[in-house]
């Protein structure tokens, strides 16, 4: 792959008229939008040695409207890429969740003991912008507060972007890191058009919180099923607390805000929230793609390949998705360097097929389970069933954290020896080789 310097192109802008000047990159890899999936992404590949140029249209320490989980499986990724949670500031480990069903039972599930952490919280604004400072250490060329606003396969087979700044950006590959709206989609019309997410979801910061609501808890309420609403303890008595709802369920998403006042009412989660809680800052929502495989993971020709949200990663039974944006940057990243600057239809064929292997049949197990778990006797049949037998209360918490992936009976082929019993992330980060 070329290794070109930043060229100035002279453009004619008509005939006699004065020269206008171009400024023009050019890199192996163009990464488009800097969050979990486009930072993993560009970290895998400039730790492979490739150029990579990420741009994002924010500028870091950016928001993103998330409930701030951390999962085992996002925090094992983390934990690859070399992230070191003292960078993050609010970084919060947990030990179990509370979970409450639509008839009233509370059970506490725990998570192993360790070592390593199964669970975490941590702020959106402290977490990205950690990871983006690991792409930025890894060798990426990282460009911020600048927009792609335009995209094309040239027939030479580079991508060649339009950034918002005038210039342009030229690869032989480009990772659509996005996020939901994927405006590289768009440009590219990779479609599909008019595509408003699975999941809509919103969440509001509190401060001032009571002890309990120093656990993590996930409500399932009646009117809210298949979706759930949370609260994730941070530092200093703040918690993230939200709500996920999918699109086709009965609530509809104008009255979310009606929703929102009712549901801060409710006795239980008034309880947890305590009597000196105060809002900080304002709800926000933002929809959740999920059922990934429904959307091209890939277009032109291999040339550019679709992660995290804009691959629409995110996991259909939760609306969590920084796992598999992390996951998804990565597996992207590990199919361009195995195929090379010459061959993006091997790249394209090796993305689909990792990504079928890793995350397909968790997210088709998932879709399963939304659908029972979107009728009242699906929401309050499985908690008791979960907590009948000490197989139950033990691995529950990790299954759904995916410590191990959820769907690993039906695919053999990720099962290794001792897998259940993994230690959690950052148990022995100083020791273990990040490829
Ligand atoms: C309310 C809510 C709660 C959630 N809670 C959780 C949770 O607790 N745990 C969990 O795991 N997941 C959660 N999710 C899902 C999670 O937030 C996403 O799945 C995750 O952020 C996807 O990461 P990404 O890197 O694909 O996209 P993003 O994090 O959205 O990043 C996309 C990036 O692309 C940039 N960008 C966009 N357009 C352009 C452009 N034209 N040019 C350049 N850059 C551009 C953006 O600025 C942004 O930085 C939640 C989502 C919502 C809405």
């Known amino acids: 792959m070329s290794h070109n310097a930043t060229v100035v192109r002279a453009e004619a802008s008509g005939l006699g008229a004065p020269r206008r000047a171009t400024p023009e990159r050019s890199a192996d890899v163009a990464v488009v939008g800097a969050g979990p999936a486009g930072a993993a992404a560009a970290i895998h590949l400039a730790r492979c040695g490739r150029k990579v140029v990420v741009v994002d249209r924010a500028r870091f320490p950016r928001d993103k409207c998330c409930g701030d989980g951390l999962t085992s ?9 070399g992230l070191d949670p003292a960078a993050v500031a609010s970084w919060t480990p947990l030990d179990g969740v509370r979970i409450r069903i639509p008839a009233g039972v509370e059970h506490r599930f725990e998570l192993p003991a360790g070592p390593g952490i199964y669970a975490a919280v941590a702020r959106r604004m402290d977490l990205d912008a950690a990871v983006v400072e690991l792409a930025r250490i890894a060798g990426a060329e990282v460009i911020e507060g600048t927009a792609v606003n335009a995209a094309e396969v040239l027939p030479d087979g580079r991508v060649q ?83 996920g709802i999918h699109r086709r369920a009965e609530v509809p998403t104008g009255s979310m805000k009606a929703l929102w006042a009712d549901f801060l009412s409710r006795p239980h989660v008034a309880r ?164």
């Open 272 to 435: 947890v929230l305590g009597p000196y809680a105060e809002a900080d800052g304002p709800l926000k929502a933002w929809p959740i793609p999920t059922r990934i495989g429904t959307s091209p993971l890939v277009a032109g020709g291999g040339r550019v390949l679709f992660v995290g949200d804009a691959a629409r990663a995110g996991d259909t039974m939760t609306g969590e998705g920084i796992a598999q944006a992390l996951e998804t940057g990565q597996l992207a990243a590990a199919a361009i360097v195995s195929a090379g600057a010459g061959a993006p239809a091997v790249a394209g064929r090796r993305y689909r097929l990792t990504v079928a292997g890793g995350l397909l049949a968790d997210d088709l197990l998932a879709r399963g389970f939304s659908r029972v778990m979107a009728h009242a006797k699906g929401a309050n049949g499985w908690l008791p069933i979960a907590i009948k037998t000490a197989f139950g209360r033990r691995e529950f918490a990790p299954w759904m954290f995916e410590h191990y992936p959820r769907a690993l009976p039906a695919t053999p082929y990720r099962w290794r020896r001792g897998i259940l019993a993994e230690p959690g992330a950052f148990a022995a980060s100083a020791s273990r080789p990040l490829h």
């Open 73 to 81: 499986l996002a925090l094992r990724h983390l934990d690859h890429l």
């Open 161 to 243: 972007l339009g950034l918002s700044d005038g210039s342009v950006l030229s690869a032989w590959y480009a990772v659509g890191a996005d996020g939901m709206w994927s405006p590289l989609r768009k440009l590219l019309g990779a479609g599909p058009a008019g595509y408003l997410g699975d999941w809509h979801a919103a969440r509001q910061y509190f401060r001032r919180t009571g002890c309990e609501a120093r656990q993590m808890w996930v409500w399932f309420e009646g009117d809210m099923l298949p979706g759930y609403a949370w609260s994730f303890p941070l530092p200093g008595g703040a918690v993230n607390v939200g709500f």
